[in-house]
C-alpha cells in the first residue's frame, strides 16, 4: 500500500514538475524560421537524416512524402523517438527540401 | 518697275540727247558722214534692244527658275517637317515597343521558370488549409511453412503451408502544430478468418521543447520493441522475437498517459531522452502462473485494482561529428497491480547501435508476478540479440553489374532470442494469439508473422531466426526467415484451475516464413 502510495506520488511530483519547468521554456508556437535560420536547420537536417532515421529504420527519401506529410510524420516520429525538438524542426526542414 | 527697264529708257534717253547735241556739228562737217553715224547709231539701239529683250528672256527665266526654286524649297522643307514628325512618332513608337518587350520578356520568365518548391508548398498548404490528415501504416503478404516435428501433449497440431494478408493503417490527423492525433487498424486475413483490432489510438500533445503528453491507447514504452520496431516493414524479421512475440513478458500496450521529451546534453547527436507513464496496469489471461499477458483488447477492457507506471531512460553517448555510429543505451521499468494486492513488477535494459551498413540490437526483460498463496511465484526473462549488415557495399568479382545491383539489396541476418518461464498456461496454448490480432489465431494455427511452431509455447523456449531480406526501396521488402526452434527441456503446463503437468521435452522445430511488405 505505502509502495503504490510512493510511487503515485512520484508520478504526480514529475508530472507537475515537468510541466512547471516546461512553462518557463520556449513558446510551442514557434515562428517561422528565417533564412538564415532555415539554413542551419536544412544543413542540421542533412546530418541527422542518415543516422537518426536509420537507426530504427531506413531513412525514407524527402521527395516520398509532401511537406506537409513531413510536418506530420517527424512530430510523430519526434514522439517515437524522443527526439529533441532543435534535431525534429532540423529534419522536417531538409525533408521538406526535396 | 524693274531695274532694268529704268536703265533701258535712261539709255534712250541719253541716245536721243545725243544726237540732237550732234546734229548741228555734222551738218558743219559734212552730210555723208552724219548719216553712215545715223545709221551705225540706230543698228547699235537695235542692238541694244535686242540684248534687252534677251535679258527680258533671260530674266524671266530666272524668275521662273527661282519661283520653282522657291516652290521646290518648300516643299522640300515641309518633307523635312513631315520626316522630323515621323522620325518621333517612330522614336515614340520604337520606345514602346522596347517596353513591351521587355514586359512580354518578364512575363515570359515568369511563365517558363518551375515553381519553387518553398513557393508551391506554401500555395499547396494554404491549399490544404491548416487541418491536415494523412494515412500511413503498412501491408503485408505472407506464407508460411512450418514442418512440426513434434506435438505438445494433447494439443493440435500439423504442418503448415498457408499464406496471409495483413493491412495496418494509421492515420494521423493534426490540427495544430502542437497536437496530433493518431489511430491505427489492424486487419488480418488468415488461416482461421479474419480479425481487426485497434492497436493504436491516442493524442500527442507538444508542450514545449522538452515535453510532448501523450494520451490514450499506445504502444508500450517499455524498451525499444514494441514502440519502434513493431511494425511489419520496420522490424527486419517476419516474426517478433520471443519476449515480444507470444510468450511476452512485458504486456504490448497500455492506455494511459505519457510525459516525455528528450535533449542534447553535449555535442550533436548527444542526447538523452525520457517517459514516464501511467495506465490501467497489467492484465492477465488467467490467474494462474504462466499466464499470458493481455493484449491491447485485454488492456483496454482490463478490471484490474490498480494502475501502472512505468519510466524509461534512454542515453545516446557518441557525437555525431565523430562517424562512430550511433549507440542507444536505455533501461526501462514497468510496475502495476494485476490483481487485488498483487504487484506486477518488471524492469529490462537495452541497446541498439547503427553505423554505416551495420545495425545491432539487443534486449534483457525480467518480469517478477505476486501470485495468491496458493500458487508459485511467476517470474520471467526474455531476451534477444539481432544483427544484420547491408551488402550494399559489396561488389563480387567477376559478377555482372546487374548482378552485382541485386546483390547490393540484400540485408542478411540474424537473431537468438530466448524466453524462460517456470510454466505455461495450457489454455493459452488452446486460444493463443498473436501480438496486436486478438482472437484470430486459434491453438496452434500460425498468425501473421508467426509460425505457430509448438516449440514457441514451451516454458523456456529458445529460437535462432536466419533472415535474408531483399530490399525494393526503403520502405519495400522481401522478407525471408528461416527459423531454428530449440526449445529447452523443463517446466510446467499449468491448467485453468492450477494443476500443472511437466511441459518435459520439446522436440526442435523448423519453421519458414516469407513476406513481402510496403511501408507507406
Known amino acids: 500500500m505505502r509502495k503504490l502510495f510512493i510511487t503515485r506520488k512520484l508520478f504526480v511530483t514529475i508530472v507537475l514538475a515537468g510541466v512547471a519547468l516546461g512553462s518557463l521554456s520556449r513558446p510551442v508556437f514557434a515562428q517561422a524560421p528565417s533564412k538564415e535560420e532555415k539554413r542551419r536547420l536544412i544543413l542540421k537536417g542533412s546530418k541527422l537524416w542518415p543516422v537518426y532515421c536509420n537507426q530504427c529504420h531506413n531513412a525514407r527519401p524527402p521527395g516520398e512524402k509532401a511537406p506537409y506529410e513531413w510536418d506530420q510524420e517527424i512530430m510523430h516520429m519526434r514522439m517515437l523517438g524522443n527526439i529533441p525538438a532543435d534535431d525534429a524542426r532540423a529534419l522536417v526542414e531538409y525533408l521538406k527540401t526535396r | 518697275m524693274s531695274a532694268e527697264r529704268l536703265f533701258s529708257t535712261f539709255l534712250f534717253a541719253f541716245a536721243v540727247a545725243a544726237l540732237s547735241l550732234a546734229g548741228p556739228a555734222r551738218a558743219a562737217d559734212s552730210d555723208g558722214t552724219d548719216a553712215v553715224a545715223m545709221k551705225q547709231i540706230r543698228s547699235e539701239i537695235r542692238q541694244m534692244r535686242e540684248e534687252r529683250k534677251r535679258d527680258r528672256e533671260v530674266i524671266r527665266s530666272l524668275e521662273i527658275k527661282v519661283q520653282q526654286l522657291e516652290t521646290k524649297d518648300s516643299k522640300v522643307q515641309a518633307g523635312t517637317q513631315q520626316l522630323q514628325s515621323t522620325d518621333q512618332k517612330l522614336k515614340e513608337t520604337t520606345l514602346e515597343l522596347q517596353q513591351t518587350n521587355a514586359r512580354v520578356k518578364s512575363l515570359q520568365t515568369k511563365v517558363d521558370a518551375p515553381i519553387a518548391p518553398s513557393q508551391f508548398a506554401s500555395d499547396f498548404g494554404r491549399y490544404l488549409g491548416s487541418h491536415t490528415f494523412q494515412i500511413t501504416g503498412a501491408a503485408?503478404?505472407?506464407?508460411?511453412?512450418?514442418?512440426?516435428?513434434?506435438?505438445?501433449?494433447?494439443?493440435?497440431?500439423?504442418?503448415?503451408?498457408?499464406?496471409?494478408?495483413?493491412?495496418?493503417?494509421?492515420?494521423?490527423?493534426?490540427?495544430?502544430?502542437?497536437?496530433?492525433?493518431?489511430?491505427?487498424?489492424?486487419?488480418?486475413?488468415?488461416?482461421?478468418?479474419?480479425?481487426?483490432?485497434?492497436?493504436?489510438?491516442?493524442?500527442?500533445?507538444?508542450?514545449?521543447?522538452?515535453?510532448?503528453?501523450?494520451?490514450?491507447?499506445?504502444?508500450?514504452?517499455?524498451?525499444?520493441?514494441?514502440?519502434?520496431?513493431?511494425?511489419?516493414?520496420?522490424?527486419?524479421?517476419?516474426?517478433?522475437?520471443?519476449?515480444?512475440?507470444?510468450?511476452?513478458?512485458?504486456?504490448?500496450?497500455?492506455?494511459?498517459?505519457?510525459?516525455?521529451?528528450?535533449?542534447?546534453?553535449?555535442?550533436?547527436?548527444?542526447?538523452?531522452?525520457?517517459?514516464?507513464?501511467?495506465?490501467?496496469?497489467?492484465?492477465?489471461?488467467?490467474?494462474?502462473?504462466?499466464?499470458?499477458?493481455?493484449?491491447?483488447?485485454?488492456?483496454?477492457?482490463?478490471?484490474?485494482?490498480?494502475?501502472?507506471?512505468?519510466?524509461?531512460?534512454?542515453?545516446?553517448?557518441?557525437?555525431?561529428?565523430?562517424?562512430?555510429?550511433?549507440?542507444?543505451?536505455?533501461?526501462?521499468?514497468?510496475?502495476?497491480?494485476?490483481?487485488?494486492?498483487?504487484?506486477?513488477?518488471?524492469?529490462?535494459?537495452?541497446?541498439?547501435?547503427?553505423?554505416?551498413?551495420?545495425?545491432?540490437?539487443?534486449?534483457?526483460?525480467?518480469?517478477?508476478?505476486?501470485?495468491?498463496?496458493?500458487?508459485?511465484?511467476?517470474?520471467?526473462?526474455?531476451?534477444?540479440?539481432?544483427?544484420?549488415?547491408?551488402?550494399?557495399?559489396?561488389?563480387?568479382?567477376?559478377?555482372?553489374?546487374?548482378?552485382?545491383?541485386?546483390?547490393?539489396?540484400?540485408?542478411?541476418?540474424?537473431?537468438?532470442?530466448?524466453?524462460?518461464?517456470?510454466?505455461?498456461?495450457?489454455?493459452?496454448?488452446?486460444?493463443?494469439?498473436?501480438?496486436g490480432v486478438g482472437g484470430l489465431q486459434v491453438g496452434l494455427i500460425p498468425d501473421f508473422g508467426l509460425s505457430g511452431s509448438p516449440a514457441l509455447?514451451?516454458?523456456?523456449?529458445?529460437?535462432?531466426?536466419?533472415?535474408?531480406?531483399?530490399?525494393?526501396?526503403?520502405?519495400?521488402?522481401?522478407?525471408?526467415?528461416?527459423?531454428?526452434?530449440?526449445?529447452?527441456?523443463?517446466?510446467?503446463?499449468?491448467?485453468?484451475?492450477?494443476?500443472?503437468?511437466?511441459?518435459?521435452?520439446?522436440?526442435?522445430?523448423?519453421?519458414?516464413?516469407?513476406?513481402?511488405?510496403?511501408?507507406?
Open chain 2, 457 to 520: 509455447f514451451a516454458p523456456h523456449s529458445r529460437e535462432v531466426a536466419l533472415g535474408l531480406d531483399y530490399w525494393v526501396a526503403p520502405s519495400i521488402v522481401w522478407q525471408n526467415e528461416f527459423d531454428i526452434e530449440l526449445p529447452r527441456a523443463g517446466g510446467v503446463f499449468v491448467s485453468s484451475t492450477g494443476a500443472s503437468t511437466p511441459a518435459g521435452s520439446i522436440p526442435n522445430d523448423h519453421a519458414f516464413l516469407t513476406q513481402f511488405t510496403v511501408g507507406f
Open chain 2, 140 to 435: 503485408g503478404f505472407n506464407f508460411v511453412y512450418d514442418q512440426q516435428s513434434g506435438a505438445l501433449d494433447g494439443l493440435h497440431h500439423a504442418t503448415q503451408n498457408t499464406f496471409f494478408f495483413n493491412f495496418e493503417p494509421m492515420f494521423l490527423y493534426r490540427p495544430a502544430d502542437w497536437i496530433l492525433f493518431e489511430g491505427e487498424l489492424e486487419g488480418s486475413f488468415g488461416q482461421a478468418g479474419t480479425a481487426v483490432d485497434l492497436p493504436l489510438a491516442d493524442f500527442q500533445i507538444t508542450l514545449n521543447d522538452y515535453m510532448m503528453i501523450v494520451a490514450g491507447l499506445f504502444d508500450q514504452p517499455f524498451g525499444d520493441w514494441y514502440e519502434n520496431q513493431s511494425p511489419m516493414w520496420v522490424n527486419r524479421f517476419v516474426s517478433a522475437p520471443l519476449p515480444f512475440g507470444v510468450e511476452a513478458v512485458v504486456p504490448p500496450s497500455e492506455i494511459g498517459l505519457q510525459l516525455r521529451g528528450g535533449l542534447q546534453w553535449g555535442d550533436l547527436g548527444q542526447d538523452v531522452d525520457y517517459t514516464v507513464w501511467g495506465g490501467n496496469g497489467p492484465n492477465f489471461s488467467e490467474s494462474v502462473p504462466g499466464a499470458a499477458i493481455g493484449g491491447p483488447t485485454a488492456i483496454a477492457s482490463s478490471l484490474t485494482n490498480g494502475k501502472s507506471i512505468g519510466a524509461r531512460v534512454r542515453f545516446y553517448p557518441l557525437p555525431l561529428d565523430e562517424h562512430l555510429g550511433r549507440l542507444e543505451l536505455g533501461a526501462s521499468t514497468y510496475n502495476g497491480k494485476w490483481m487485488n494486492g498483487h504487484w506486477f513488477n518488471s524492469w529490462g535494459v537495452d541497446f541498439n547501435y547503427f553505423n554505416g551498413n551495420l545495425q545491432m540490437r539487443g534486449e534483457w526483460v525480467q518480469a517478477y508476478r505476486q501470485m495468491p498463496s496458493n500458487f508459485s511465484q511467476d517470474n520471467r526473462q526474455g531476451w534477444y540479440l539481432q544483427a544484420g549488415y547491408f551488402l550494399n557495399g559489396l561488389n563480387v568479382p567477376g559478377f555482372p553489374d546487374k548482378l552485382n545491383s541485386y546483390i547490393h539489396r540484400l540485408e542478411p541476418l540474424v537473431r537468438y532470442s530466448g524466453v524462460n518461464q517456470h510454466g505455461v498456461a495450457i489454455d493459452d496454448i488452446h486460444g493463443a494469439t498473436g501480438v
